[in-house]
């Protein structure tokens, strides 16, 4: 579920606090309903990647989804979509990219993908194809920043927010702001309020430290939330991004500041699970925009970025046929594996047996050997390079099993062997 498929009041009742994605992936592993999965939870996302035996189990998993996070099935079912195989790479390669974001170009995204496959990798629940399909796709996310400009301006979601604010008010400058949250975003936030000119900048924040490291780096003065009442009704913008899971802005709050006011307030939460109750909007002189609302300026925004699009397009391409390629690939590998262990084991029987009959000296056995094994590998290079290639067309796996297996021309022979004794 993304921005493209839900709205915000949906979205925030499906975003995992990064303890309880832990959780979540570390069951769905353990119950055998997945064999591989990372969660990728942000502001504007929650997207499960898995391996699995069978799609129908797609069912089952929304449904752990609905319980783990009490939203109705039918609600969660109708605003998700689902990809498997090559649609699926391309999807994380995009996201990766920031090609899927609600700011194309935004830097946030790449770094969360990794937290994602970290957090995964320290819960074992990402094995040989999601630690690959991962590793790739921020291979790529920095090859699109690097390559194709995507990122130039340095936009993101703080940056609409402020954006907004600043055609709303015509000006920032002289502007009182108060920030509640003192994370990344916040961080971000209170860089863009300083270069849109606003004059003085508060920080709240349930941590005190936290705000006060953040108020001297950046320049600001740090606040405590008991008073919040107090600092919204002394400020003209209001950015919350804290995620708490609860309100922390009160439509009640926000109406006794604005009886001891004459101006009007202008909030952006930017926060999922929002911080500040809905019912804002309703108050007369209040201005209240969630991170849905920004979507207007932040299509503009993609709109100037179609040229980089297109060619982070051309390098996401090869990269899920590549990726693909190996994943249709994996297959055959014990068949691969246990050809060249006969292989071997003829090799050195043979080999044993004709050297007992031969008196040569230790280089010479030593030459002997080393032609023995040149003549096995340059003997199955050529049958394993088939049967890789046969693995992504599945028509062509028959023929090359009998090339592999020295049967061509053979009929009524079952092929499904690669040691003796074995069908």
């Known amino acids: 579920m993304s921005h493209r498929s839900a709205p915000v009041e949906l979205r925030e009742r499906i ?25 990728l939870s942000t502001c504007n996302r929650t997207e499960l990647y898995a391996v699995v035996e069978d799609e129908r189990v797609r069912e089952r998993i929304v449904r752990e989804v609905s319980s783990e996070r009490g939203v109705e099935f039918e609600a969660l079912d109708k605003s998700l979509y689902w990809m498997t195989d090559a649609d699926a790479v391309r999807h994380l390669f995009r996201v990766a990219g920031s090609l899927d974001s609600m700011v194309v170009g935004e830097s946030q995204i790449l770094e969360q993908v990794r937290e994602a496959y970290r957090a995964a990798t320290e819960e074992e629940a ?12 921020m291979r790529i996310g920095k090859r699109i920043r690097s390559e194709t400009g995507i990122g130039d301006g340095a936009v993101s979601v703080p940056y609409v927010a402020v954006r907004l604010a600043a055609e709303v008010f015509g000006s920032l400058e002289g502007r009182r702001a108060l920030v509640v949250g003192a994370g990344e975003m916040s961080e971000l936030v209170i860089r863009n309020l300083r270069s849109g000119g606003v004059g003085e900048v508060r920080i709240a924040n349930r ?5 006060r490291e953040l108020a001297e780096r950046l320049g600001g003065r740090s606040v405590g939330l008991e ?39 202008f909030f952006v939460d930017i926060a999922v699970p929002r911080d500040i109750e809905p019912a804002v909007q309703n108050l007369p002189r209040a201005y209240l925009y969630d991170i849905d609302d920004l979507r207007d300026v932040a299509e503009h925004n993609s709109a100037e970025r179609e040229a980089a699009v297109g060619a982070a397009e ?17 297959h055959v590998v014990p068949v691969i594996r246990e050809s060249r262990s006969e292989a071997e084991r003829v090799r050195q029987h043979e080999l044993s047996r004709f050297l007992k009959r031969l008196d040569l000296s230790e280089e010479e056995r030593r030459v002997v050997e080393q ?33 592999l297996f020295g049967l061509e021309g053979i009929e009524g022979v079952d092929i499904t062997l690669a040691r003796r004794g074995r069908r």
């Not at 009704?233 to 919350?240: G, L, M, N």
């Not at 990269?319 to 994943?327: D, F, G, H, P, R």
Request: hydrophobic share 40%; glycine share 6%; charged share 30%.
């Open 15 to 39: 975003s995992f606090p990064p303890c309880l994605g832990r959780q979540f992936i570390r069951r769905l592993r353990e119950s055998g309903l997945v064999e591989e999965a990372v969660l």
């Open 207 to 211: 941590t005190p430290a936290r705000a």
């Open 371 to 403: 032609l023995s094994r040149s003549l096995v590998n340059k003997l199955l290079h050529g049958p394993i390079a088939d049967l890789k290639a046969a693995a992504q067309s599945p028509l062509e796996d028959e023929r090359v099993r009998r090339r």
């Open 314 to 330: 051309k390098i996401i391409g090869p990269a899920v046929l590549e990726y693909t390629s190996w994943l249709s690939t994996r």
């Open 227 to 265: 008073g919040l009442e107090d600092h919204i009704r002394e400020a003209d913008v209001v950015v919350s991004s804290t995620g708490s899971g609860e309100w922390v802005v009160r439509a009640d709050m926000v109406a006794r500041a604005l009886e001891r006011r004459e101006e009007p307030l």
């Open 126 to 137: 990402a094995g040989a194809v999601l630690n690959r399909l991962f590793h790739s796709a």
